[in-house]
């Protein structure tokens, strides 16, 4: 557990500029003296104009605001106006509204309309450093965040400048290495196997490989070797002579007709002994014959092939060739299952809504809750299947249809992560954090402090704090 009134490097107090805008000196010197104890900075300024002044003039990390600036003053219209116009300027400045306990209503409002919080006069000081310390912290988090979301995204625009992605949609670091492999390795003419679990998204790395190969405008031709019989196998594959069964016509088979371009092999797993010896052949020499023919014919395609199994565990139950898998693996790539690549999902699930419809916060945490054994093949289907069922445009949780327990009321169960995603999301106005976990702004406070919380997403602080 930090230390909350551990002074000195770690506070995030520390350095900060607080612009305190309050025309009673009485409460500037006040916070002047509390927050400069705690190593801030404090500008006063007595009025909203000298206020608007100090923010324009000099770096401000956060704004404590009164909401009246005459005595004679009470309706609070001053403090909004003053709030409307930081916010115009300053959309991510974090804002805290000091306002009379007679007039919490219209801090309320303005909460709603993205001031970060309020505090009532007279306030308590220990919860004002809190609220002061986590609105600071959670912008110098969103800041942090911001900037590797920039990053990321520059590095994807980059690579799709470069690179024919296929409209891949992804924002992990996970896939963002996967697909520049893929894309760098599409031109090598060399067998690449693809391998992860079901509706990861192994055939969208296939269809990247082949559409950056040297054989983009040759064919491309997948096979499902899952869905095929021993005795349709090889006719498939290699294709049938007129007469070589009964009602057999000459049909040329895949191999062939991906000559000069590529073969995607999916499901390679489940191809019988038989399969995997003629695949040996026709790999390592070119050459095959159709059914029923025996002329040996040539042919040569980039093959790529996709399985969900562990083909080295297949391997040692003796149910796949080694000599094939060596073959076929010179370059692996692994899909990681969706589970594994959280900041995917939502990109994905926004991918899949239909036209006009959006997802409710409670359906954005449905999802992100959910661990996807279905992979994105499984989000899309429950995305187009809740766009379908929906009658408001806004998707909700319930319309997912998701097998999840309901979520927590009171916030107990509620983790770390949870809350870091909440107050993220909200982009770090506690109120809304709030609304969005189902608490009250007091309870997320109580659940902060218990956990410690002060700089979520930044953990390089807090092995700092530690
Ligand atoms: N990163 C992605 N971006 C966009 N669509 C995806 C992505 N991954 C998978 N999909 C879609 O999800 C479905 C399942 O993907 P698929 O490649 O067929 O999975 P797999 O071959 O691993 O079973 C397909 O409709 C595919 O287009
Ligand atoms: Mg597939």
Known sequence: MKDKDNQGLTDSLAERSVLVIDDSEAVRTALDVLLSLHGARVIGAESAAAGLDALAREPVDLVVQDMNFRREATSGEEGVALFRQIRAQHPDL?????????????????????????????WDNARLLTTVRNLLDLHAARAENRAIRRQRAAARAELAARFDLKGIVYES????????????????????????????????????LQANSTVKDGPWVKVNLGALPDTLMEAELFGTEAGAFTGAKARIGRFEAADGGTIFLDELGNLSPLGQSKLLRVLQTGEFERLGSNVTRRTKARVIAATNASLPLLIREGRFREDLFYRLNVIELEVPPLALRQDDIL??????????????????????????????????????????????????????????????????????????????SAEGVIAHAARDLGLSRQALYRRMEKLGLKAPADPGRASANG
């Open 347 to 424: 990109p994905l699930a926004r991918h899949f809504l239909e036209p006009g419809f959006s997802l409710s916060p409670g359906a954005l945490r449905a999802l992100a809750r959910y661990n996807w054994p279905g992979n994105v093949r499984e989000l899309r289907n429950t995305i187009h299947r809740a766009c379908l069922l929906s009658i408001e445009p806004e998707v909700t949780a319930k319309a997912l249809q998701l097998p999840i327990a309901p979520e927590p009321e009171d916030g107990a169960d509620l983790d770390r992560g949870a809350i870091e995603r909440a107050l993220l």
């Open 94 to 122: 974090p804002v805290i509204l000091l306002t009379a306990w007679t007039h919490l209503e219209t801090a309320v409002e303005l909460v709603k309309a993205g001031a970060s919080d309020y505090v009532a006069k007279p």
């Open 173 to 208: 670091d996970a896939m963002h290495a996967l697909v520049s492999t893929a894309a760098r390795v599409a031109h090598a003419d060399v067998p690449v196997l693809i391998t992860g679990p079901n509706g990861a998204g192994k055939e969208v790395i296939a269809d990247i």
